[in-house]
């Protein structure tokens, strides 16, 4: 039985220090108003976005010939290979592999630090604490606290300058018009179920099951997704756009390996964000299986995968201690789709939005 590595080795003590456990933020907060649509507000942690103007980057990409392509046109995705802190720290004692759910422990734990903090505030404390040790000539302090200042600093462009992480405007452009009604959407590698949450406000009135083996993501990523947060989708009454919540969707959470699922073909939509890359080309075709097996005859199998960018690499490689823990390739959409359409999926929709490529597929 492998050990498992205490999340707590992974962000630096200094780290945990400029980024406190929040009191009082969205996460956990009962909700107490509904949001026309159109709103549009930064917050301490992130941005909300119910704005119907089309998003800041949605390149369509869905004519690709998708059979034409071949492994030398595409060419071989990037892979983030420089590893955590606790990773190194765990191989050096343990002389053997992190295993892979012991890294997944570690990066959920890790981005929800993130996704917690509330960044101003953070960084105030993070200056004033640079302030300090420089008062002290404290020079290692002080390189802590720039550390921290420089993390937050990215954190804050990607998750609330850019809204590159959740991108729900992107995210919309790339799920818009499906071919179901009251669909059940199964969330494989489901972390914060944010994308199922998005699908079902669009496509209201199903239900939604998430499965993540990490059990944190159904406590807290999950468990603890604010209560307020609005998805824009449609009041299938009506037909006019309007908010939806976490709280006003059937949702189940399924802490189990995917491997394990004993579902049958049942559902209208079969999800993975960020699921793909992780798979070194050998089990990609049993990663691409996991979604097929579970999708209705002319289902919908919807998948995104980090893109293969300068600004993803550097943000891969400058928090490489919180991020890094496990496998993980950066690839360009002609590559994703070459990997689905080759392993019998037909592409129906593909883009590429700010920070993933998206595809839309059927079982062929
Ligand atoms: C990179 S994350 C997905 C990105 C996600 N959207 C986020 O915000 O972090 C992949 C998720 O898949 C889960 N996962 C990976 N392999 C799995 C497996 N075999 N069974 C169940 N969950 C798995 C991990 O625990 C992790 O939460």
């Known amino acids: 039985m492998a050990t498992l590595?205490?999340?707590?080795?992974?962000?630096?003590?200094?780290?945990?220090?400029?980024?406190p456990a929040p009191t009082g933020t969205p996460w956990g907060r009962?909700?107490?108003?509904?949001h026309e649509p159109g709103f549009h507000e930064l917050t301490g942690q992130y941005r909300i976005d119910l704005r119907t103007q089309p998003p800041d980057l949605f390149r369509d990409v869905s004519t690709t010939n998708w059979g034409a392509l071949t492994a030398l046109d595409v060419g071989t995705p990037y892979r983030t290979e420089k590893w955590s802190r606790a990773r190194r720290e765990y191989e050096a004692t343990h002389d053997a592999p992190l295993p892979i759910i012991d890294g997944w422990r570690l990066?959920?734990?890790?981005?929800?630090?993130?996704?917690?903090?509330?960044?101003p505030a953070a960084q105030q404390q993070a200056k004033a604490a640079f302030g300090a040790a420089l008062a002290r000539m404290d020079v290692?302090?002080?390189?802590e606290a720039l550390a921290d200042l420089a993390h937050l600093a990215i954190w804050n462009k990607i998750m609330r300058v850019e809204d590159a992480v959740w991108d729900p405007r992107g995210k919309r452009a790339l799920?818009?018009?499906?071919?179901?009604?009251k669909p059940r959407i199964l969330f494989l590698g489901a972390a914060d179920g944010?994308?199922?949450?998005?699908?079902?406000?669009?496509?209201?009135?199903?239900?939604?099951?998430?499965?993540?083996?990490?059990?944190?993501?159904?406590?807290?990523?999950?468990?603890?997704?604010?209560?307020?947060?609005p998805f824009l989708g449609v009041d299938p009454t009506t037909g006019h756009p309007r908010a939806w919540y976490r709280d006003e969707m059937p949702i189940h959470f399924e802490v189990a390996d995917i491997r394990d699922l004993t579902y049958g073909a049942e559902f209208d939509v079969?999800?993975?964000?960020?699921?793909?890359?992780?798979?070194?080309?050998?089990?990609?075709?049993?990663?691409?299986?996991?979604?097929?097996r579970?999708?209705?005859?002319?289902?919908?199998?919807?998948?995104?995968?980090p893109r293969n960018q300068f600004r993803t690499r550097a943000f891969y490689n400058l928090m490489a201690d919180w991020m890094n823990h496990g496998y993980r390739e950066l690839m360009t959409v002609e590559q994703m789709g070459r990997y689905c359409f080759t392993n019998g999926l037909d592409i129906l929709r593909a883009g590429v939005i700010k920070a993933h490529n998206g595809l839309i597929m059927r079982v062929r």
């Open 107 to 119: 990066f959920n734990t890790s981005f929800h630090r993130f996704f917690l903090t509330d960044v």
């Open 194 to 229: 944010y994308e199922a949450m998005q699908l079902a406000a669009m496509y209201p009135g199903g239900e939604i099951v998430l499965v993540d083996y990490d059990a944190f993501c159904a406590t807290d990523r999950f468990g603890a997704f604010p209560t307020e947060y």
């Open 140 to 143: 290692h302090e002080a390189q």
């Open 175 to 181: 799920f818009q018009g499906l071919d179901v009604r």
């Open 5 to 19: 590595v205490s999340p707590e080795a992974s962000p630096t003590p200094a780290s945990r220090r400029a980024f």
């Open 294 to 305: 579970f999708v209705k005859p002319g289902g919908y199998v919807v998948m995104t995968t």
């Open 270 to 292: 079969v999800v993975s964000i960020g699921l793909l890359e992780h798979f070194p080309d050998e089990h990609k075709p049993l990663c691409i299986d996991m979604h097929r």
């Open 30 to 34: 009962p909700r107490t108003r509904r």
